[in-house]
């Protein structure tokens, strides 16, 4: 089975897709992981990374994305999972020989709808409204689960907001890694992104859980080195778990959002962004990192 890595923040633009892509890219080509990203955002920006806009919009013209594979398996027999799934995606070449490669469930713009479509037709039985929130989610969630089978690692993309998608896969992770910019509101956004994830109300409860305990860990995105960011970032990492690995403000990390046809190295696709993204890569996926988290 899988290992589930959601990369989540409720706040927008903080750089999700892009770790969560960068992370799919990392694990295939020096992990030699098959790794599955699953797009579970409307923007369907990690899909637009990974097979370009036509790719996208031919898997959507054949019902090829997350809201058709949820709206078939809540209504009728549907497809095998594999049948949603695009494999051998991105833009970074793969020896043949190797067994890394980056999958993807791609995204739809539908999915919000049939999400509120979903929760409809379970009201409609005359639940308790709580209640068919939760069956909503936990559906989502076994149904994500399904597509662990074949993959190392199931990489999920999280949309801002508090979505049943988003807290489906919030639940069903194995680690949640925050991406979050060193600005003065990521603080408060570090802090409700936290209490979800470890499912408690207050900070002072949150306060319990030690550490190694927690199922998230932040990173800080777009780092820069200058002003008083050093200082949040120290402040944050008092209250939150936080990886060592930074991700600067590079273009080269701005660039790697576009697909493009041509397949190219690791070095070619990520530029000046590689030694740290490698020690993401290293960090996050480390033995030692799953091995705890498992425990
Ligand atoms: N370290 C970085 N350096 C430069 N640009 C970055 C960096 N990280 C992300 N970006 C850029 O910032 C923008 C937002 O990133 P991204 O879409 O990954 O964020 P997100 O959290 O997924 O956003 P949303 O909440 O809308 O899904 C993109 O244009 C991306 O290319
Ligand atoms: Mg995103």
Same mark, same amino acid.
Not at 118 to 125: M, S, T
Not at 198 to 218: K, S
Not at 225 to 243: S, Y
């Given at each position: 089975? %899988? ?185 408060? %956004? ?106």
């Amino acid at each position: 089975m %899988a290992r589930f890595l959601a990369v989540a923040n409720r706040k927008g633009g903080v750089g999700k897709s892009t770790v969560a892509v960068m992370l799919a890219h990392a694990s295939a080509a020096w992990g030699r992981k098959r790794v599955l990203v699953v797009d579970l955002d409307t923007q369907c920006n990690a899909s637009l990374m990974l097979i370009g806009g036509e790719g996208w919009d031919k898997a959507r013209r054949a019902g090829r994305t997350i809201s058709d594979y949820f709206f078939d398996r809540f209504e009728k027999v549907a497809e095998d999972e594999s049948f949603y799934v695009v494999d051998g995606v991105g833009d970074v070449a793969h020896p043949r020989a190797a067994n890394g490669r980056v999958s993807v469930l791609p995204g739809s713009l539908m999915l919000e709808d049939v999400q509120g479509e979903l929760y409809l037709k379970q009201a409609k039985r005359g639940v308790d409204p709580d209640k068919v929130a939760q069956e909503v989610r936990n559906r989502m969630k076994r149904l994500i689960k399904h597509f662990g089978h074949d993959f190392d690692y199931v990489i999920l993309d999280c949309p801002p907001g508090l979505s049943f998608a988003a807290l489906a896969a919030i639940d069903l992770a194995d680690q949640v890694v925050v991406p979050f910019r060193p600005d003065f509101v990521s603080q408060f %956004a570090l802090d409700r992104a936290a209490l979800l994830i470890e499912r408690v109300e207050t900070a002072d409860q949150l306060a319990t859980v030690p550490f190694e305990d927690r199922r998230y860990t932040t990173l800080p995105n777009y780092v820069t080195g200058k002003g008083r960011e050093r200082l949040l970032i120290d402040q944050i990492a008092l209250d939150h778990p936080m990886l060592k690995s930074r991700v600067p403000l590079l273009d080269s990390v701005a660039r790697a959002f576009d697909w493009e046809e041509h397949k190219k190295t690791m070095a070619e696709k990520f530029g000046d962004a590689l030694p740290h993204l490698k020690a993401l890569h290293d960090e996050v996926f480390g033995a030692a990192t799953w091995l705890a988290k498992a425990g």
